[in-house]
Each structure stands twice: as structure tokens, then as C-alpha cells.
């Protein structure tokens, strides 16, 4: 049973261009969690998806960035315009469906650097 | 809101040494508490986790101890190992699955 998958595992993009970050959750998990970790810092929360529905974006910053997790295929995490501050390390999480458990499990994480 | 405050590091402690990390939460209700640990260029990895007040989570010889009392989970080991050396997360979910994590706890361990 795979884990969650995230791709790229590490990103480089100047300053202006999008990336896009991808991560499959594991099987049979429908919600999907993204986290933002700056260095030497802990994680930060930024969004909560299910399956086509977006339910809590209270964590993403209002401008240049927007998540999506399509029916089919994996959750993508993109960020318009980057600048050095974006520059972090990206993780998703993954939960079954309701009820099953709290426990958040974590992809290896793709890290951005923003030249 | 909710917060975890977790001892600042780096910490260094000779191999076989004893382990303690401090972690101290702020919530309403009833959160679970967790445990990660971060490898080197890694992702986090549970290490492990308590659900309700006075359970004790333990994995690869490490414990904590939920303590509603005293609003804490200190992350113990009785004997560490170089594969040890990690950067440890204390975190905690209050029901509404948006995960709350300490800055981290780097720990180094010297042969």
C-alpha cells in the first residue's frame, strides 16, 4: 500500500513563474491536507480538500496561490507569480473518510527554491 | 487559538543517554496529541500519538504521556542512539483536522 506521493521532490523556479505541486494521497484517503514549513520553522497549515470541494482555505495566502483536488488525479497546489518568500518546503497529508481516524499521514514533502 | 510550545534546540546528547523533549499544548476540548520526527531531507513520520488524558503513545523505545493536568506530552527515550538524530515535532488535532505543530526540536546524538 503506497503512501502519500508528492512530485516534484524538489522545484526550482525564478522569480514571476508558477509551480505546481502534485501529491496522491494514499489509497482509499479522500481528504487531503497541505502544510507549508519556512526553515527552521514548524508546519503551517494552509488548505483542506475532499474530492472536488475545497473546505478550509483559512490557512493559504489570499493572492497567487489556489488548490484543487480533482475527481481524478492528484492534488495540485499552485503558486502564480513566485517570490523568494515562497521558497519552503510543501507537504500533504492525507486522512480517510470520516470517522476513521485522526491520524494525518505525510508525503516526503516538495521543496521549492525561488531564485 | 490552539498552540503547542515545544522546548528549543538543537540537542545534543551523547549515544545511550536519556531523552527528554518538553512539549506543552494550549486548546479547547479535547485534542489528540501526536509525535513526528523529521529525517534529514525527509518528510514527517509519526512517531507517536495519544488520543485522550493519561494515555501513554509509544514507538521505537520512545513514550509520551498525555497529561491533561499539566497540559503536556513530553517526548522521552530512555537510551538513544545516533539514528536518533532527527528534528521532532509535537503537534496536536482539535477535531477540525487542521494540525497544529511546535517549531520542532532538533536532536543530535554523538557516538
Known amino acids: 500500500n503506497a503512501g502519500v506521493m508528492q512530485n516534484p521532490r524538489h522545484l526550482v523556479r525564478r522569480r514571476g513563474q508558477e509551480a505546481r505541486l502534485r501529491c496522491s494521497p494514499m489509497?482509499?484517503?479522500?481528504?487531503v491536507y497541505w502544510y507549508r514549513q519556512l526553515p527552521e520553522e514548524g508546519l503551517k497549515f494552509m488548505v483542506y480538500?475532499?474530492?472536488?470541494?475545497?473546505?478550509?482555505e483559512s490557512g493559504m495566502p489570499k493572492e497567487r496561490f489556489s488548490a484543487e483536488f480533482p475527481k481524478e488525479g492528484p492534488s495540485i497546489l499552485r503558486i502564480q507569480q513566485v517570490v523568494r518568500g515562497d521558497s519552503a518546503a510543501y507537504f500533504c497529508?492525507?486522512?480517510?473518510?470520516?470517522?476513521?481516524?485522526?491520524?494525518?499521514?505525510f508525503g516526503p514533502g516538495t521543496r521549492l527554491t525561488v531564485l | 487559538g490552539d498552540s503547542v510550545t515545544q522546548m528549543e534546540g538543537p540537542v545534543t546528547l551523547s549515544e545511550e543517554a536519556f531523552l527528554t523533549i518538553n512539549c506543552t499544548y494550549t486548546a479547547t476540548g479535547y485534542p489528540s496529541l501526536f509525535w513526528y520526527v523529521q529525517y534529514p531531507g525527509e518528510g514527517l513520520q509519526l512517531l507517536l500519538k495519544a488520543t485522550k488524558a493519561d494515555d501513554k503513545g509509544s514507538n521505537k523505545g520512545f513514550e509520551a504521556t498525555y497529561r491533561k493536568e499539566t497540559t503536556s506530552f513530553h517526548l522521552e527515550k530512555g537510551s538513544v542512539q545516533v539514528s536518533d538524530s532527527a528534528v521532532y515535532f509535537c503537534a496536536l488535532n482539535n477535531r477540525d483536522d487542521k494540525i497544529i505543530f511546535g517549531k520542532g526540536t532538533r536532536l543530535h546524538i554523538l557516538p
Open positions: 489509497k482509499g484517503h479522500s481528504h
Open positions: 497529508a492525507s486522512l480517510p473518510p470520516a470517522g476513521g481516524t485522526d491520524t494525518q499521514y
Open positions: 480538500l475532499q474530492k472536488e470541494n475545497i473546505i478550509d
